[in-house]
């Protein structure tokens, strides 16, 4: 029974008139309930899961972030933020995934960034869903450390405030490094130098930085 697929049970269970492995509405499945988002230190939302009445998997949603070649007028720029992909995973008995099916490509209606010199020099791609993305994944990192580390969260926004909320608006995290990176006060720069545990030997400071888009 290792190998069946958890959902192909209760669907056989229950004569849900359904076919097996098609777009269902996992929500109106009684026998399935929904659990909350998991979402990465990058505010990036992971993966979403439907578990049976006994705690097991039947169905886990996953989402990646599609990047690729971008071509515009004659020229192709290269690891450009292209679109969402949601993949669908039918678990089997064994807590194991035992079939993908990918939902349709989500692509982002692209426009070009200048670099603002008179040059019309392209620096990037952005939509408005692309920024709406960024900026709740922005938000959703901001939240997650506060949870994870009140004191550290405090620190940053004491001493880094302004840098800080503008990364946290505009995605543009240059003022914000540098300030990191140019900290001299012995107190904060200890902080900032311990190593994360679980993390050894990344420093709190490179996991920051990490961590920003």
Do not use: C
């Not at 035992?98 to 939902?103: E, I, L, Q, T």
């Not at 020099?121 to 901001?142: H, I, M, N, P, Y």
């Not at 550290?152 to 990176?181: I, S």
């Not at 900290?183 to 311990?194: F, G, H, R, V």
């Amino acid at each position: 029974m290792s190998a069946k697929i958890v959902l192909d049970h209760y669907l056989e269970k229950y004569k849900t008139l359904a076919n097996t492995l098609t777009d269902i509405d996992f929500q109106n499945l009684t026998f399935l309930q929904e659990k909350e988002a998991v979402y990465n230190m990058k505010g990036q939302k992971v993966s979403k899961s439907y578990y049976d009445t006994a705690g097991r998997e039947a169905i886990r949603i996953t989402y990646d972030r599609v990047f690729g070649t971008y071509g515009y007028q004659e020229t192709e720029y290269t690891n450009v933020f292209l679109g969402l992909q949601k993949t669908i995973n039918y678990m089997d008995w064994a807590g194991e995934i035992a079939y993908k099916k990918k939902k349709q490509f989500y692509s982002f209606d692209l426009q070009p960034v200048f670099l603002a010199d008179g040059t019309e020099t392209v620096v990037g791609f952005s939509s408005q869903k692309q920024r709406q993305v960024l900026k709740s994944e922005r938000l959703s990192a901001d939240d997650y450390l506060q949870a994870k580390n009140p004191q550290l969260y405090a620190l940053l926004y004491e001493r880094y405030g302004n840098e800080y909320n503008g990364y946290l608006r505009t995605g543009v995290k240059t003022a914000f490094v540098n300030a990191l990176n140019a900290e001299a006060e012995p107190n904060i720069l200890a902080a900032l130098n311990n190593e994360v545990f679980g993390y050894e030997p990344m420093t709190v400071k490179e996991l920051i930085i990490l961590n920003l888009q």
